[in-house]
């Protein structure tokens, strides 16, 4: 470790996606920010009209019965969060995504809040329909899941705000002999925890990954020096730098990964979800939402299904 810091300031919680969120543990009282709280009152979604066309891409069953279940997990800001923790109602840019595509397609869909790491797995049980949590397409999610992709976020890194001793990080072995926390069940955890050789093979220090469960224990250790670095989704770190009192500076991208609604492999909602979200695209519903939640760097021009893993 290079030096530790005082606790005195509790840092923000940070949504760990394509990564992990554990449900009910951030909001703005946990330092979100009013920022936060005025963009979920924003509404940019109201408006969106049911398109018969596509929703006639629909199983008919889902038709008739009008509703979907899904399971979607909850962290902070630009995300999903509870801007109040009382009422216990998200929101972010996954929960409004999901709401505008279910308004083209005419029907509701039924938000349930689940543990990141429990979602992907209940999609193949048939608990949920569908599910949301800044999930990064890879090649091994491939295996198992369909995903219908609305944006292009994926791995970054931060550090406090004043430490620079670490340059951006475009390869993992400048990470050796540091200590890096992440999420638990998180592509962060599985890049970091694949490539550790890359400091041993080299005769060097390996570094050290420190997963939580917990969202806010990543960021509380950093600020505490229990971690050198951590590593996170791109949209959650910037969001949670451009706060003032964060205490963090975004250091750099290291992986893009596009982002997508997730089924289980063979779904038939897929053609319906692709086709809503490039309606969304089409009439600027999407853009609004990236604007509102300061993501327009995350813009696709298409939705895909099943697009390979970026090199």
């Known amino acids: 470790m290079r030096r530790l810091f005082p606790a005195a300031v509790l840092l923000p919680a940070l949504v760990l996606t394509a990564c992990s969120s554990t449900p009910g543990t951030?909001?703005?009282?946990?330092?979100?920010?009013?920022?936060a709280v005025a963009a979920a009152g924003q509404d940019v979604v109201s408006g969106v009209r049911k398109v018969d066309a596509v929703a006639a891409l629909l199983p008919e069953d889902v038709r008739r019965a009008g509703?979907?279940?899904l399971g979607g997990s909850v962290g902070s800001p630009p995300t999903a969060f509870y801007p109040d923790p009382a009422t216990r109602k998200a929101?972010?840019?996954?929960?409004?995504?999901?709401?505008?595509?279910?308004?083209?397609?005419?029907?509701?869909?039924?938000h349930e809040t689940a543990a990141f790491e429990t979602i992907l797995p209940a999609?193949?049980?048939?608990?949920?329909?569908?599910?949301?949590?800044?999930?990064?397409?890879t090649a091994a999610r491939l295996r198992t899941i369909d995903f219908v992709t609305y944006i292009d976020d994926g791995q970054g890194f931060a550090v406090r705000k004043d430490d620079t001793s670490l340059p951006p990080v475009t390869d993992l072995f400048q990470l050796c002999g540091l200590?890096?926390?992440?999420?638990v069940g998180t592509t962060f955890e599985t890049t970091l925890n694949a490539k550790k050789s890359v400091c041993t093979d080299a005769g060097k220090k390996?570094?050290?990954?420190?997963a939580y469960s917990d969202t806010g224990a990543v960021l509380t250790s950093l600020q505490q020096g229990k971690v050198d670095t951590v590593m996170s989704t791109i949209n959650g770190l910037r969001y949670q730098a451009s706060q003032p009192a964060s205490g963090t500076r975004f250091l750099s991208e290291f992986h893009r990964l596009d982002v997508g609604f997730a089924f289980k492999k063979g779904s038939p909602l897929t053609p319906a979800f692709q086709a809503a979200v490039n309606e969304l695209i089409k009439d600027g519903t999407y853009a609004r939402i990236l604007?509102?939640?300061?993501?327009?760097?995350?813009a696709?021009?298409?939705?895909?299904?099943n697009p390979p893993e970026h090199p």
């Open 291 to 298: 604007q509102k939640w300061g993501t327009a760097d995350s």
């Open 67 to 69: 509703t979907l279940k």
């Open 179 to 183: 200590t890096i926390g992440t999420g």
């Open 300 to 305: 696709v021009t298409e939705s895909k299904i």
């Open 26 to 35: 951030t909001g703005p009282a946990a330092g979100a920010g009013s920022s």
């Open 91 to 110: 929101a972010g840019l996954d929960v409004d995504f999901a709401d505008a595509v279910a308004r083209v397609l005419g029907i509701t869909v039924q």
């Open 123 to 137: 999609l193949g049980s048939g608990k949920y329909d569908v599910g949301t949590g800044n999930f990064g397409v």
């Open 206 to 210: 390996p570094y050290e990954v420190k």
